[in-house]
């Protein structure tokens, strides 16, 4: 079965600095993996996703995420933050002949001015 | 694409009562998930359903969990006997059938447990 784990559990950082959330999955067999965005007492919504091909995947309001097979990881960064982005962010991973997706514990980050 | 809906936002019960959350997905999706999530956790898997049929069910969904999708579309999750413990935010999300198709959640449903 697979697993994810999000290294950090809160992140806070200033306006306008670079961010990395930082995340590590588990699996026996080749995956799919994205990240989520949850802002409070609201659903989750799809950042960014890999599926194949290029390991640098873009997504939504300028994050971008890089697989990293050989260290079975999935960072999620962006290189200038806003308040806006403050929020609580999911990992979550999917065998490719699966069909559960499995989510991390969520990293906080807290923008601050 | 209307999103995810998921009926009622908030609930609020008294132990030992009988609740039911609704859900109705993106009409195309074909998949149908039930997660719940405590404050602080990442969403848990309790459930999903490939156009009507139930295929999966997680530990978790204990017997007093109960969920249906009758005729492929709308979902519907009971939940019997209400403990303290269920207090929870229950999401709902949807997807097509292929493994790489992301799921697309609803708002939840927040249960409090009196």
């Known amino acids: 079965a697979q697993s994810v784990t999000q290294l950090d559990s809160q992140v806070p950082v200033f306006e306008e600095a670079p961010v990395e959330l930082r995340c590590n999955y588990s699996?026996?067999?080749?995956?799919?993996l994205f990240w989520y965005v949850q802002y409070p007492n609201q659903g989750l919504q799809l950042l960014l996703k890999y599926l194949s091909g290029s390991t640098l995947v873009k997504g939504i309001n300028g994050f971008e995420a890089e697989f990293n097979k050989s260290q079975t990881s999935f960072h999620l960064r962006k290189p200038s933050v806003h308040i806006s982005d403050t929020a609580e962010y999911f990992c979550?991973?999917?065998?490719?002949?699966?069909?559960?997706?499995?989510f991390g514990e969520g990293t906080q980050l807290t923008v601050n001015p | 694409d209307t999103g995810v809906s998921q009926n009622p936002r908030h609930k609020i019960t008294k132990r030992g009562q009988n609740v039911t959350f609704r859900c109705d997905p993106i009409?195309?999706?074909?998949?149908l998930y039930w997660y719940r999530q405590t404050l602080g956790q990442g969403p848990e898997f309790l459930t999903y359903f490939q156009n009507e049929a139930q295929l999966e069910k997680s530990r978790l969904l204990s017997d007093r969990f109960s969920a249906e999708r009758p005729k492929g579309s709308f979902s519907t999750l009971e939940i019997q006997r209400t403990e303290q413990g269920d207090s929870a935010m229950y999401l709902c999300?949807?997807?097509?059938?292929?493994?790489?198709?992301?799921?697309?959640f609803g708002n939840g449903t927040r249960l409090t447990v009196t």
């Open positions: 009409s195309e999706h074909n998949r």
């Open positions: 999300a949807s997807s097509l059938m292929t493994g790489n198709s992301p799921l697309h």
């Open positions: 979550a991973v999917i065998e490719t002949s699966g069909s559960r997706l499995t």
């Open positions: 699996s026996s067999v080749s995956v799919y």
